[in-house]
Structures are given as C-alpha cells and as structure tokens.
C-alpha cells in the first residue's frame, strides 16, 4: 500500500488527515492499515514516533462512523499524558463520534458526565478505566475494537492483573498491541487473547540520524556537568532521573543555579503535570527534568537531547526515554551519564539487552563538539581511549555529523 486512498480510507478521514498536511502514509501505517481496516488483530512493533496512532486510530474512526450502542472502541494507555495524546489526535480525526477520556488524579464530574449522556470510544488508563466500570459508570460488554498502547509497559507487572481484567471484560474484539518493545511477557498475552494476529515490525529508515553516547564521568561532577551541558545546547531538552525524589531535588539544584525548566514527576497533581508540559510544550521553558512519566506519550517534535541523568531500571525504559528525540526520522541525540556507582547497574542494563554505547570525549564535549573516543563502552570497565571520532559543533549547539 503505497497511498491511504489504496488501503480503502474514506474521503472524509483523507480530509482530515490533508488538514494535518498529512498525504501518505508511513511504514508502519502502511504495513498495518491494510490488515486492520480488514478487521484483523494486529501487533504493532515499532519505535516511538514512527506513526503507530495513526496506524491504528485511522481503522477506529472508520468503523465507527454509525452511532450504536456503545461505548464499542476502547484505547487503553499506561498514563494519563499518553491518554492526553491519544485523545487530542482522535479529535482531529473525529467524525463527530462520542467520546469520554477517562484517567486519575482528577474529580470524577465531567468524566461522569461524557459517560452519562453516552458515548462510542473510551480513551484512558486502566484504574480510572476500572474505577468507572465497579461505579456502574462504564461497560465494556459492547467493545469491538481494542487497543493497548505502549503494551510492554501495559502488561509489566505494575499493569498487568488491570490490564488482564479489562480484557476479559470484553468479548473477542478486534484487538491492536502496539509498542516499541515486545517482551516475553507480552508476546504470552498476544497467544492468549489475540486471533492470528499479523505482525508488524518496522524500523526508522532514518534512524542513523540520532547520535548516542556513553558519558563516563565522576560523580562530583555530574550536576556541573550537566548544567555546562544545557547551557551549550541550544534546544529543548528532558533530563531524565530515576524517582520522585531525585527528580525534585536535581529540579531545584538546576534551578538554583539559574536553569529554566519544568518538572514532571509522579507526586505532582494532575493540573501541576498539564501546566509544566504546556510550558515546555509551547517553548516558554527548554528544559523538562523528569522521571520515566515523560518517556512515553510526550510526542513533541523539537525535543532535541535526551540526557539520562540517572539510569533506567530496564533496557525497555532506556529505548523509551532516547526515544523522545530523533522522532519520524529527525536529527536528535542522547547522553546517558555512567559514574562510578553506576558500573554495575550499566552492566545489568547490558546484560538484558541495552545497546553497546560508544563513549564520549568530556573535554571535547563542553566545548560543542560530538567526539567518540570508542566504538563501544565496555560494561562498566576501564575505557582505553583510542583516536576520537570527530563530530564537529554546528549552529552554537551540540551536534553531530552523518556518518
């Protein structure tokens, strides 16, 4: 399927996707649309930004065009940010179809209300999900078609009995699994709940153009670093950390040392998290330090650095976080900081999976230039350095050169 008139779109859906500036489809759209528009199951693997919403809420808003007894679509995310997301690009598809975006940490009235007067697609999280359905609020018994997104971290063991629940609530919907990872856990659920699902597997082609590396540096200097760090970079940037806690205190050691930014952290309220994404969303803030809540669902375009302040628990959360750069196959680059206490953390990470990562120049880099003094960092041991691979500074920020 070359164009999205060939996979048998309507002329109101190419409408609205031409009023995005949207013409053809990518590949991951392409390989899907064909076969979910067919009314198959269909697991979706694919890095983030490569276009898997559209893959699959271009078949929603197509068989949901006649209003019936609902709600009868149902996409389920792990967070509320995502659910935002999801929503938001669902509107512009929208053929005027009900719709209710269901997710905690706000009151229950005006979620209340859309299920009230009635609605064709449920968009949210799986408690608040849950939550409306033990009030009698919400049922899933009339759902068609079902969607969970980011399934890896869906069906993770945080996840998983919630996510479990809906699905047998349910009565053999069409079912779409989408995500950057496939894991075993999730790959057990695609048997027992999914009908000879396709599976699509797509790669960027261009996704050379995001440049990672391994930052070795002594603990002492990481804060200074980093500061020195954002300071050359001249574009948006998150920072991510491991916890709560840690993110609060780096967010207030960075702003005390004159950096503007926003934080984005789990002990924040549901209006706190939608005003320090709207600030770095609209570009009043460049810098967005957060733990892994920002690593999904925050698909926004002029994120150029991904710095991994602390490291991920998983290799998953590692490819989730870099993924935040580089989207649909822009220029974007990743720092990861490895200090001593780090070496055998970085190992484990290795050992489930992590890419090898070629080191960096420190002295190079706090001049603005990408310098590699590796093909790739040994799992937590000393670095002999060998001839730099040069990448030169461009444009009074941290760069990279093609290969």
């Known amino acids: 399927m070359s164009t999205f008139l060939e996979a048998g779109v309507s002329s109101q859906t190419l409408d ?3 009023v995005l500036g949207i013409t053809d489809p990518v590949p991951v759209q392409a390989e899907a649309l064909p076969s979910l528009l067919e009314g198959r199951d269909v697991v979706i693997e694919a890095p983030t930004g490569s276009g898997k919403t559209l893959a699959y809420l271009i078949p929603l808003v197509e068989g949901i065009g006649v209003p019936g ?3 009868r679509a149902l996409v389920v995310t792990p967070t509320r940010e995502l659910a935002m997301q999801v929503d938001s690009v669902f509107g512009q598809l ?3 179809v009900r719709t209710a975006l269901l997710y905690g940490g706000v009151g229950y009235h005006s979620q209340n209300l859309a ?4 609605v064709d697609v449920v968009i949210g999280t799986p408690g608040r999900i849950l939550d409306m359905v033990g009030r009698r609020m919400l049922t899933l018994s009339r759902i068609e078609y079902l969607v969970l997104d980011e399934a890896d971290e869906m069906l993770d063991a945080g996840f998983a009995p919630d996510v479990e629940r809906i699905l047998g609530m349910t009565w053999q919907p069409q079912t779409v699994l989408a995500s950057a990872t496939m894991p075993d856990w999730v790959r057990r659920v695609i048997e027992s709940y999914l009908h000879e ?15 990672h590396g391994l930052l070795r540096i002594p603990s002492e200097a990481k804060l200074e670093t980093l500061i020195r760090l954002l300071r050359i970079h001249d574009g948006s ?10 993110v609060n205190r780096l ?3 960075l702003r005390r040392r004159g950096v503007s930014l926003a934080e984005l952290q789990g002990d924040m309220n549901q209006l706190m998290r939608d005003r320090a994404m709207a600030a770095f969303r609209e570009k009043r803030v460049r810098v967005l330090v957060a733990t892994n809540v920002a690593a999904r669902g925050i698909d926004i375009s002029h994120i150029g650095l991904v710095v991994n302040y602390e490291l991920p628990d998983t290799p998953q959360w590692l490819v989730h976080r870099v993924g935040r750069t580089a989207r649909m196959g822009g220029e974007g680059w990743a720092l990861t900081f490895l ?10 990470l290795r050992a489930g999976g992590a890419p090898e990562l070629r080191e960096l120049d420190l002295d190079r880099l706090l001049q603005g230039e990408w310098v590699y003094t590796q093909e790739a960092a040994p799992d937590g041991d000393d670095v002999a350095p060998r001839d730099a691979d040069r990448r030169p500074r461009r444009g009074g920020r941290v760069t990279a050169a093609a290969h």
């Not at 299920?115 to 009635?118: A, H, R, S, T």
């Not at 699902?197 to 440049?211: I, N």
């Not at 200090?339 to 484990?348: F, G, N, S, T």
Request: charge should be negative; aromatic fraction near 6%; hydrophobic fraction near 35%.
């Open 94 to 96: 929208d053929h005027g």
């Open 237 to 246: 940037a998150v920072v991510f950390g491991r916890t709560k806690q840690g």
């Open 115 to 118: 299920l009230k007067e009635g």
């Open 197 to 211: 699902p396709l599976h699509v597997k797509v790669e960027l082609e261009e996704a050379s153009r995001l440049e």
């Open 251 to 253: 967010a207030r050691d």
């Open 69 to 71: 007894h609902g709600p």
């Open 339 to 348: 200090c001593p206490e780090d070496r055998y953390a970085w190992a484990r």
């Open 16 to 18: 609205a996707l031409g």
